[in-house]
């Protein structure tokens, strides 16, 4: 398995990504931002991607994302291909666009928004913290993206404060997770987003 940063020779693998994203989307049955091949070959070329691949074949992919005049960087849209998952390989994509971030934006906080346990693992594990939307970047073509989910009616109702996705936020400046720190709770999110769901998804 080869991680690499992305470049224009990749532009064939692009409707895959796409076609892969909302693929799993629609098995989770839960909301996310469109992304059209075009988007992801803008990734690909601006050195701002890492892309999984196993011999010629595409495993997994994610980019960063600037925000906010460069205070802010987003690490997105991560997916693995279904053949691939299981075996540590989001994990890794991620500390690699992590590492790639703090190379390029040193400055820059780095967040995400999710409501996918994996991910909340894995960027915990990283050192980013559970934080309101409040303290995420005010950008608003950010939070454009997510005119494309299924749940944007939800941004809107509560102001941008809260959604179904969670927060999280790595901040460099601030002191560095002490070795004890406790494992994520895996539980608590879990009941989280239940009852978020419970409180903010139209009963059908
Ligand atoms: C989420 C996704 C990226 C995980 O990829 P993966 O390569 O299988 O993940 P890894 O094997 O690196 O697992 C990382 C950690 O998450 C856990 N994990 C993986 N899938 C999980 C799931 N569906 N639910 C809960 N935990 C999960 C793993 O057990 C592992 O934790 P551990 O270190 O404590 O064992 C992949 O399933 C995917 O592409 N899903 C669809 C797209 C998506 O949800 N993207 C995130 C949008 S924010």
Redesign the pocket.
């Known amino acids: 398995m080869n991680l690499i940063v992305a470049n224009e020779s990749h532009f064939k693998y692009a409707q895959d990504i796409c076609d892969?994203?909302a693929d799993?989307?629609k098995?989770?049955g839960?909301g996310?931002a469109k992304r059209t091949p075009e988007y992801i070959q803008r990734k690909l070329s601006n050195g701002n991607a890492i892309l999984a691949l196993d011999g010629e074949k595409f495993a997994?992919f994610c980019y960063i994302e600037v925000w906010g005049h460069e205070k802010f960087v987003a690490n997105?849209?991560?997916?693995?291909?279904?053949d691939?998952?299981?075996?540590?390989?989001?994990?890794?994509?991620?500390a690699k666009i992590f590492d790639l971030s703090r190379e390029k934006f040193p400055d820059a906080k780095i967040f995400?928004?999710?409501?996918?346990?994996?991910?909340m693992?894995?960027n915990y594990?990283l050192g980013y913290k559970p934080v309101t939307f409040s303290e995420l970047t005010d950008d608003p073509e950010f939070w454009k993206g997510c005119q494309t989910c299924k749940n944007f009616d939800i941004l809107t109702r509560t102001e941008q404060k809260m959604c179904l996705?969670t927060g999280m936020l790595y901040d460099g400046n601030t002191k560095k997770k002490t070795e004890e720190a406790k494992e994520m709770n895996?539980k608590a999110f879990t009941r989280l987003k239940s009852i978020k769901e419970s409180l903010f998804l139209k009963k059908k």
């Open positions: 892969t994203i799993s989307a098995v989770r839960t996310i997994g997105s849209g991560l997916i693995v291909h279904p691939y998952r299981g075996q540590g390989l989001a994990k890794k994509i991620k995400g928004i999710t409501t996918g346990l994996a991910v693992k894995i594990e996705c895996g």
